[in-house]
């Protein structure tokens, strides 16, 4: 099983600021299949990013994922104030699925 | 618009027995995969279990396997998780979601609480 290790745990900012969250994985992750999730308070995720960099349907372009095989990021290039959320990154590339335990991204 | 809605969570005594429903509709139900994705509140996700879309094929988490159950009723738009011998560990909110091949996933439901106590 690939475990997915976030860091950091706690990103505290400002609206404005760039924020870098980073996800890595125990091993490669087969085609790249690396999801980026948002979540709110009492919300279900949302999904961001998937394919390691490709935006879902809707998602603002201040939101970008870049890596392969076992290092990705997630930017959010300029924070809004809805972007204060926890991100969760996902590996679907193999069997079972596996999240890493988020990073809190909150208003410093 | 594509809805999924769960229901069926509560509270239950270890040992017991729950079983989940979660509703779709906006899309073509019968041609998805879907997946159960639980949550213990505050903490990560962790995938629960998966059925492909004639149901023919499942698979679960280590966790719950022998013990939980997920079926589909294509004529009724519904996925169901039964859940059997519930453990305090099981304790969580439970998702469905709908099953993509590029994305893994794409829509989730609201998710519906699972409390595991006696």
């Known amino acids: 099983e690939s475990v997915l290790t976030q860091s950091p745990g706690t990103l505290s900012l400002s609206p404005g600021e760039r924020a870098t969250l980073s996800c890595r994985a125990s091993q490669s992750v087969n085609n790249n299949y690396l999801a980026w999730y948002q979540q709110k308070v009492g919300q279900a995720p949302r999904l961001l990013i998937y394919?390691?960099?490709s935006r879902a349907t809707g998602i603002p372009d201040r939101f970008s994922g870049s890596g392969s095989g076992t290092d990705f990021t997630l930017t959010i290039s300029r924070l809004e104030p809805e972007d204060f959320a926890v991100y969760h990154c996902?590996?679907?590339?193999?069997?079972?699925?596996?999240f890493g335990q988020g990073t809190k991204v909150e208003i410093k | 618009e594509v809805q999924l809605v769960e229901s069926g969570g509560g509270l239950v005594q270890p040992g017991g027995s729950l079983r989940l429903s979660c509703v779709a509709s906006g899309f073509s139900f019968s041609s998805y995969w879907m997946h159960w994705i639980r949550q213990v509140p505050g903490k990560g996700l962790v995938w629960v279990s998966r059925?492909?879309?004639?149901?023919?094929?499942?698979s679960y988490a280590d966790s719950v396997k022998g013990r939980f159950t997920v079926s589909r009723d294509n004529s009724k738009n519904t996925l169901y998780l039964q859940m059997n011998s519930l453990t305090a560990e099981d304790t969580a909110v439970y998702f469905c979601t709908r099953g993509v091949a590029v994305s893994g996933t794409d829509y989730w439901g609201q998710g519906t609480l699972v409390t595991v106590s006696s």
């Open positions: 394919g390691a960099s």
């Open positions: 059925i492909n879309s004639d149901g023919s094929g499942t």
């Open positions: 996902q590996q679907y590339g193999s069997s079972p699925w596996t």
